[in-house]
């Protein structure tokens, strides 16, 4: 079987508020004035999507934060979208996305499906033991409690 390697330079997904690469986000016109941001898949933390219709007008700005710990992207027509993209990157503050109503379905999937991919490795990096290979107090009493019957 072969196989290939992905390029990290070319583009999976594009449009003008977002480009998806194989291995990171790059949000445009998130610093003024122009500058863009890279989200590496492994440092997300969550991935949500929300109707704009659940925010309020005082957490919402068309770029830079408001008086929610959001700081949203260049979007001019942000108060007239159906959905946004809350993004946590385990840092302060959170990403908000917007973008053309069809094309944030697809972001989302794609981004939900990057961060799943590398979620279940990265997790447990965290800890000191992975909790899935521990063994809970009540397992040890029971195999303690085999081990004596076995003796006796």
């Not at 999976?12 to 500058?35: E, K, M, Q, R």
């Not at 890279?38 to 999507?49: A, P």
């Not at 008086?67 to 946004?84: E, N, T």
């Not at 840092?91 to 069809?102: C, F, R, S």
Request: net charge positive; hydrophobic share 35%.
């Amino acid at each position: 079987m072969k196989t290939t390697a992905v390029d990290s330079n070319h583009p999976l997904i594009s449009n003008s508020f977002v480009t998806c690469y194989s291995d990171y986000l790059a949000i445009h016109l998130y610093y003024f004035p122009f500058g863009k941001k890279k989200v590496k898949y492994n440092n997300i933390v969550s991935c949500e999507l929300h109707s704009m219709d659940d925010i309020g007008i005082f957490e919402c700005k068309l770029w830079g934060m408001s008086l929610s710990p959001i700081w949203w992207h260049c979007d001019m027509r942000r108060l007239g979208r159906k959905y946004y993209i809350l993004l946590d990157a385990g840092q302060w503050p959170l990403i908000g996305l917007t973008m053309n109503d069809n094309d944030i379905i697809n972001v989302y999937h794609f981004i939900k499906q990057r961060i799943s991919s590398n979620q279940s490795s990265v997790y447990y990096e965290k800890y000191l033991y992975n909790p899935l290979q521990t063994v809970s107090e009540k397992e040890l009493e029971h195999q303690k409690y085999l081990q004596n019957v076995k003796k006796n």
